[in-house]
């Protein structure tokens, strides 16, 4: 069984395995937004019409969610990105609203996100980034914390559904996991939909 003290090593394997992931795959994230598509079609689970879809902008190696995203938007959903705002000397995560082609600002940890003037707004569905996965819905990050904590705060307001965005690569036997970690409802890869806690 991996301990949360293997974390730090587990999360540089498995950056270099998705980066490896991403070269063999340039079109993983289109290849993903069809087997999502198919996948919501085919079981009739599109989430209720008034649901907000929060994505998130790729970094590094990260599977690139924006034809998921164009998806849900052709579906009639409205989009938000996760931003990074100063709070004292730390950060904290919130949402605010996008739509696909807005211009957008450049924030902590060269992540792209809305202006301040954008409506902040709490999604019903975040899509997250992420280094592993496991069956169990566990999920590495990079550490931070940051999804951890808006989650967190999301699920104290409403019933809303967290899905990681993945390589199908990048699941593994069992991710280590700690007290604050919040699992994840299910995952959405380039070869299938995991459903873990829920249905979209």
Known sequence: MLTADQKPLLRNEMKRRRAAFAQGSPLAGDMLAEIALDHLDARRQWP???VVIGGYWPIQSEI????LM??????GYALALPCLVAEGEEFHMIFRRFSLGDDLVS???????PADDADEIAPDLVLLPL???DEQGWRLGYGGGY???VLVRLRAQKDMKAYGVAFSGQQLAEVPFEVH???LDGIFTDQSVIHVRSKV
Do not use: S, T
């Open 64 to 67: 690139n969610p924006f034809p």
């Open 131 to 133: 280094l592993a996965f």
């Open 107 to 113: 924030g902590p940890f060269d992540i792209h996100q």
């Open 147 to 149: 999804y951890d904590r």
């Open 70 to 75: 164009q998806v849900f938007k052709e579906r």
């Open 181 to 183: 970690d919040q699992p």
């Open 48 to 50: 209720a019409k008034d």
